[in-house]
DNA sequence: GCGACAG
DNA sequence: ATCTTGTCGC
């Protein structure tokens, strides 16, 4: 007999050691050799998620842009149970099913998906991002605020200016610092699914033309944020 | 073995 | 992520 069951219940809690199993199933289906969507055109899509962990609720936004105006185009949100606990390098599985949930609940095509936190810039090289793109297909970017275990050197003070995020371990550049606002803290880019490192960087000064954040998180941010002061009555 | 560590 | 008022500045 097998002691390991091959079908799980979509709803049993999940543990650490298994989360991790499953991000090395996964990372396989990560497609890194495509250089993804021309920065400024079709649609991009920001998805952020905020919690009460007090109430046990947790809220995704998703908001599609227009690239090339930045307006947007449609924006949902999802409420659902937070059901995993913030663990260094398994943030994925606290935030996927709900920003899942809400990017069902689009009727407009999300196009590049632009994340908060990491895709390759992760210790299995699996993050967020990447988790979100294996499982819808879709481009996805990942633009985290802090470097987490990473290393860089400071980037120049210009708009544009990067340098590479660099694995402690081995080496490998797994991201990049980008200054997005001159003389401003550089947030952290990395590739998710289906676009390269420099296109990554691209959309992402694209989209972070007036602050540190590109418009995309900002928007999803604020929108995830009303959202969970809502339902969770002020 | 223990601590650090995206959000 | 979240706890949290006013305040300095463009």
Avoid at 87 to 99: C, K, Q, S
Avoid at 136 to 147: D, F, H, Q
Avoid at 154 to 164: I, K, N, V
């Amino acid at each position: 007999m097998n002691d390991v069951p091959n079908r799980v219940p979509s709803h049993a809690p999940l543990d650490a050691a298994t989360a991790r199993s499953v991000q090395d199933e996964l990372r396989s289906r990560v497609v890194l050799d495509e250089s993804g969507p021309t920065p400024g055109t079709g649609h991009v899509t920001g998805v952020d998620v905020a919690y009460d962990d007090e109430r046990d609720v947790v809220v995704a936004a998703a908001v599609v842009l227009d690239a090339a105006t930045l307006t947007t185009i449609e924006e949902v949100t999802a409420t659902g149970r937070v059901e995993f606990p913030y663990v260094p390098g398994l943030l994925a599985f606290r935030e996927i099913p709900t920003v899942l949930a809400a990017l069902e609940r689009l009727t407009a095509d999300p196009g590049l998906v632009v994340c908060d936190g990491y895709g390759q810039a992760h210790p299995r090289r699996f993050g967020l991002a990447s988790h979100l793109g294996v499982l819808t297909g879709l481009p996805t970017l990942g633009v985290a605020k802090n470097p987490f275990t990473f290393t860089y050197e400071q980037p120049g003070p210009a708009r544009g200016d990067s340098s590479p995020l660099l694995d402690t371990v081995d080496g490998a550049e797994v991201g990049r610092a980008l200054r997005t606002q001159p003389g401003v803290k550089p947030v952290f880019v990395s590739v998710g699914h289906r676009i390269s490192l420099d296109n990554a960087c691209a959309h992402t000064l694209h989209l972070a033309a007036s602050y540190r954040q590109p418009e995309t998180t900002r928007l999803a941010d604020s929108l995830c944020r009303r959202a969970l002061a809502q339902a969770t009555g002020l």
